[in-house]
């Protein structure tokens, strides 16, 4: 289903159809259980099917962020009115990422290639773009597909993005996709993984865990894989990124958990409340943190 890293594949190999590059073996990909999954979560995620119904009173007309909010962690310190020649986004869902950084930090490029495995968020990329015309002068490239093998050429990139995605995949994929991040990017080039690696370390993750096990017979196939801090920074430096960015940073996110917010779907009383409440000395903030974040610095 996928190429060798050394087979320089590339777009060419795709089929351009409705605005979206599928590849040549798209049928067995949609015969995939994980696939079918995402396609699935996609026609609700985030409430973002709004986008389908917008009329012209709509209040989403007006404000962007009534279809996901404003996405925030490491986004709040991108510098303002940066400029690049081209940005990869790694699970780029409806496009919620770079919106708020074209309209928000006015983010401009000239080429920007979106890959999602969720052909439903991919469609739903393109009305998102038509209604507010985010990165207005880029060559747009939206790739459906998994990212395990990227259909650029090696030192193309100059940023690339990802928000809240890497914990969904399994690790040995993972660690392909960061290796293919990394053959991508350009010398000197520019990351961020926002809020992309869940932390081992959370107490919340370890009594979900814990539950999770019990029932050996029926796991989330999209659970939420995690690691520690030194794991994330051994992982990236296996995937060759000291040969692109010499300066970077894994630091736990702000938002802290203790017990699990919701089980099977079921709401945790009082959970939100007491995870929300959590101050964390800064001795204890890589215990409680949520997950991780990691970014090329400076990201000036």
């Not at 389908?52 to 962690?73: C, F, M």
């Not at 790694?90 to 074209?102: E, K, W």
């Not at 999602?116 to 968020?121: G, H, K, Y």
């Not at 790739?143 to 809240?164: F, K, R, Y």
Request: net charge positive; with cysteine; glycine share 6%.
């Amino acid at each position: 289903m996928t190429q060798l890293a050394d087979s320089q594949p590339s777009l060419n190999d795709f089929q351009l159809i409705d605005g979206i590059y599928f590849p040549k073996n798209y049928e067995q990909l949609n015969s995939t259980k994980h696939k079918q999954k995402w396609d699935a979560i996609g026609k609700t995620y985030y409430g973002s099917q709004k986008i389908e119904q917008v009329t012209e009173t709509s209040a989403i007309k007006q404000d962007y962020t009534l279809l996901g909010g404003r996405p925030g962690g490491t986004w709040n310190k991108f510098p303002m009115d940066k400029s690049v020649d081209s940005i990869l986004e790694i699970g780029c869902g409806y496009g919620r990422a770079p919106l708020h950084l074209s309209k928000e930090k006015n983010l401009q490029c000239q080429k920007y290639y979106a890959i999602d495995i969720s052909e439903s968020l991919l469609r739903r990329l393109i009305k998102v773009k038509a209604e507010y015309n985010f990165f207005p002068n880029a060559e747009f490239n939206i790739i459906c597909n998994s990212a395990e093998t990227l259909p650029l050429a090696g030192n193309s990139i100059d940023l690339v993005i990802s928000n809240c995605v890497f914990m969904h995949i399994p690790d040995a994929q993972l660690r392909n996709l960061l290796s293919e991040i990394f053959r991508v990017l350009k010398p000197g080039g520019m990351f961020v993984f926002n809020h992309s690696f869940h932390n081992k370390a959370c107490p919340s993750h370890i009594i979900h865990n814990s539950i999770r096990n019990l029932n050996i017979f029926s796991k989330n196939p999209i659970y939420l894989k995690q690691y520690s801090a030194i794991e994330i920074q051994e992982m990236l430096n296996n995937a060759g990124i000291q040969a692109k960015c010499p300066q970077y940073i894994v630091e736990p996110t702000t938002e802290y958990a203790i017990l699990p917010e919701t089980i099977k779907g079921i709401p945790v009383p009082f959970a939100k409340a007491i995870n929300r409440s959590l101050k964390p000395s800064d001795a204890w903030k890589e215990t409680l943190a949520y997950g991780f974040s990691a970014y090329s610095i400076p990201l000036e």
